[in-house]
């Protein structure tokens, strides 16, 4: 069965850097779109970022754009994201979600999330 | 840039009676309109694609329609594990937002 699983987050300063890991089992993860999608404390869902199967195509939310770096490893299943310039504003949990395989599909699945706290 | 909007914010339901939830784009997306169901300390969950087809394993009692600009969430008739939060998403272009979300309680 498909999983998704994240890890990275923590406790950091404003300023400071964190990186995300997300490791995917269960299906054929070079075939498929990926993102990282956020969540702040008691607030809706804001995507953040995309890469594509091949990871030649990376798209950022304006919010993130030049701090935040996604990228992957597809012979060892996993999905990254670099988090420089952290803010108080970007502590969120992060999710990390599969899009179906083809251009225009949904996220189908998600990982259960890692919180990150940006304070000082 | 697309943006989405939901209505209302909050929805107060009785079990077994019936839900309709409201999602709207700022121009044409099309079809590409998920929605999608979050319950507390959980991560989302699909619901609908291609505004009106249910995802593996989704009762029958949830149902989406619309096109374009302008989609409904029905739920026919409200089960007590349906009580969450519903996001609609735009997937037709970048950057793919999502709806603020209507929470369905009691």
């Known amino acids: 069965q498909v999983q998704l699983v994240e890890s990275g987050g923590g406790l950091v300063k404003p300023g400071g850097s964190l990186r995300l890991s997300c490791a995917a089992s269960g299906f054929t993860f070079s075939d498929y779109y990926m993102s990282w999608i956020r969540q702040a404390p008691g607030k809706g869902l804001e995507w953040v970022s995309y890469?594509?199967?091949?990871?030649?195509?990376?798209y950022y939310a304006d919010s993130v754009k030049g701090r935040f770096t996604v990228s992957r490893d597809n012979a060892k299943n996993s999905l990254f994201l670099q988090m420089n310039s952290l803010r108080v504003e970007d502590t969120a949990v992060y999710y990390c979600?599969?899009?179906?395989?083809?251009?225009?599909?949904?996220?189908?699945?998600w990982g259960q999330g890692t919180l990150v706290t940006v304070s000082s | 840039e697309i943006v989405m909007t939901q209505s209302p914010a909050t929805l107060s339901v009785s079990p077994g009676e019936r839900a309709t939830l409201s999602c709207r784009a700022s121009?044409?997306?099309?079809?590409?309109l998920a929605w999608y169901q979050q319950k507390p300390g959980q991560a989302p969950r699909l619901l609908i694609y291609g505004a009106s087809t249910r995802a593996t394993g989704i009762p029958a009692r949830f149902s989406g329609s619309g096109s374009e600009t302008e989609f409904t969430l029905t739920i026919s008739s409200l089960q007590s594990e349906d009580f969450a939060v519903y996001y609609c998403?735009?997937?037709?272009?970048?950057?793919?937002?999502f709806g603020p979300g209507t929470k369905v309680d009691v």
């Open positions: 121009q044409s997306v099309s079809s590409n």
């Open positions: 979600a599969r899009w179906g395989s083809s251009t225009y599909r949904p996220i189908d699945y």
């Open positions: 890469i594509s199967s091949s990871g030649t195509t990376v």
């Open positions: 998403q735009q997937y037709n272009n970048w950057p793919r937002d």
